[in-house]
């Protein structure tokens, strides 16, 4: 080939006697490597220059096409001149690194293929997932998954046609292939369980980049940033990474809450016994407020019920959901319905219950204010020593008479009773 197209060249060298070969034929390389970056010059700045002016269009695929070309084209150029480079120095020189000229050619060209093809799938996957570029973009996660897919049937394609330029037959290295296929899996069945994981996150799409996921098997928790072959990638709440191998997603089980449709209110609240005769009122005020609230989702279940007699108190069960998923709003949510709750039982005259103890003490014992000492109401001569005040509130009393012991004896019995 060398012999046919640049023959001047040829002619030139043999020709000029003013220099030996070697600076006649190092010359010649010389230059043709300077036109070569001339002409890779001009190429990107003619694409640079078509790819600005596509960008005015409002079709976007032809920037992406352009986009993905440039440095290819640029490179494809320089592969081209220094194959020609080459030959020239092949013709004056036994070295062996020159008679793999032709193979280097079409492998490069094959790797410059690939590059342009991973470069506009890249592209691709940009337009299809962003919502500035497209009216009604598609999902990221499915968009990915195509696009890994994409990539992986590229370098693959690649590597056999590069496998066939090299002389080696296809028909043994996927022989080869099968039956090493067959060892590899054995050895790399957790790598493979992961890949088939990664792959089956795909297809079902229990979650997608982006949601709030968790495990109630497993220790799991987060917002899914990644979704790889092997392994997915969470951030935690406290913002620290969670690498989770795929295949164990096969496995566990898995919440969605970025998927509820809405968030649930459940409390107990409890009022005094002794507000039992406007129980009714509000639990009818709060249901009232409930059915007229803004935030609140009407088309949900909406409880509002006296529950039960409790220790302390008569509670009462608020059960509604929110229209609101967001956590944040939520809370604030929330915080408005307890609120207006707490304001309907102060406007009846009750108060929320809180745990109260009642204390029971024997005949013959009072409760004197102010630390003064009290008479014994039966027949003992004898006289207690004032108890304070706090008894009413939990304490237990303290006696400084005689029959001290014996007094105490009774109290505890009666507290026990």
């Known amino acids: 080939m060398i012999e046919e197209a640049?023959?001047?060249?040829?002619?030139?060298?043999?020709?000029?006697?003013?220099?030996?070969?070697?600076?006649?034929?190092?010359?010649?390389?010389?230059?043709?490597?300077?036109?070569?970056?001339?002409?890779?010059y001009?190429?990107?700045?003619?694409?640079?220059?078509?790819?600005?002016?596509?960008?005015?269009?409002?079709?976007?695929?032809?920037?992406?096409?352009?986009?993905?070309?440039?440095?290819?084209?640029?490179?494809?150029?320089?592969?081209?001149?220094?194959?020609?480079?080459?030959?020239?120095?092949?013709?004056?020189?036994?070295?062996?690194?020159?008679?793999?000229?032709?193979?280097?050619?079409?492998?490069?060209?094959?790797?410059?293929?690939?590059?342009?093809?991973?470069?506009?799938?890249?592209?691709?996957?940009?337009?299809?997932?962003?919502?500035?570029?497209?009216?009604?973009?598609?999902?990221?996660?499915?968009?990915?998954?195509?696009?890994?897919?994409?990539?992986?049937?590229?370098?693959?394609?690649?590597?056999?046609?590069?496998?066939?330029?090299?002389?080696?037959?296809?028909?043994?290295?996927?022989?080869?292939?099968?039956?090493?296929?067959?060892?590899?899996?054995?050895?790399?069945?957790?790598?493979?369980?992961?890949?088939?994981?990664?792959?089956?996150?795909?297809?079902?799409?229990?979650?997608?980049?982006?949601?709030?996921?968790?495990s109630p098997d497993r220790n799991i928790e987060g917002v899914v940033e990644h979704i790889g072959w092997r392994l997915t990638t969470l951030r935690t709440f406290d913002k620290r990474p969670l690498y989770v191998p795929n295949a164990a997603f096969t496995t566990i089980a898995v919440e969605n809450p970025s998927r509820m449709h809405n968030r649930r209110i459940s409390e107990t609240i409890g009022i005094r016994y002794v507000d039992v005769s406007g129980m009714a009122e509000v639990v009818a005020d709060i249901r009232s407020m409930l059915a007229n609230h803004e935030d609140i989702d009407q088309d949900q279940t909406l409880i509002v019920n006296f529950l039960a007699f409790n220790d302390s108190s008569l509670d009462i069960m608020v059960y509604t959901f929110t229209k609101t998923i967001e956590w944040v709003r939520f809370h604030e949510v929330k915080q408005d319905v307890l609120l207006r709750i707490s304001e309907i039982i102060e406007s009846h005259g009750a108060e929320v219950a809180f745990p109260t103890r009642t204390l029971h003490l024997p005949d013959g014992v009072r409760v004197a204010a102010n630390g003064k000492q009290a008479k014994d109401r039966g027949d003992s001569d004898s006289s207690n020593e004032a108890v304070d005040e706090d008894v009413e509130q939990g304490r237990a009393p303290v006696s400084g008479s005689e029959h001290s012991s014996e007094t105490r004896g009774d109290s505890n019995q009666a507290d026990g009773d």
């Open 6 to 40: 640049p023959s001047i060249l040829n002619t030139w060298i043999q020709d000029w006697n003013l220099l030996s070969e070697s600076w006649r034929v190092g010359i010649v390389v010389f230059a043709l490597v300077a036109v070569t970056a001339v002409v890779a």
């Open 42 to 214: 001009i190429a990107s700045f003619i694409v640079g220059a078509v790819e600005r002016r596509f960008r005015k269009t409002d079709n976007l695929w032809d920037d992406a096409l352009l986009h993905a070309a440039r440095k290819p084209v640029v490179a494809f150029v320089w592969l081209q001149g220094v194959y020609w480079a080459a030959e020239v120095a092949h013709l004056y020189s036994e070295a062996e690194i020159f008679s793999v000229n032709k193979t280097i050619l079409q492998i490069g060209f094959v790797v410059l293929l690939v590059w342009t093809l991973l470069r506009l799938i890249k592209q691709g996957e940009q337009i299809l997932a962003s919502p500035l570029k497209m009216k009604k973009p598609m999902d990221y996660t499915t968009v990915n998954a195509v696009s890994k897919l994409s990539r992986a049937v590229v370098i693959i394609t690649a590597v056999l046609i590069a496998m066939q330029s090299l002389g080696y037959s296809l028909s043994g290295v996927l022989a080869f292939g099968g039956v090493g296929g067959i060892a590899v899996g054995f050895a790399a069945k957790d790598l493979l369980a992961n890949f088939f994981g990664g792959f089956i996150i795909h297809l079902d799409r229990p979650f997608k980049v982006g949601d709030w996921v968790r």
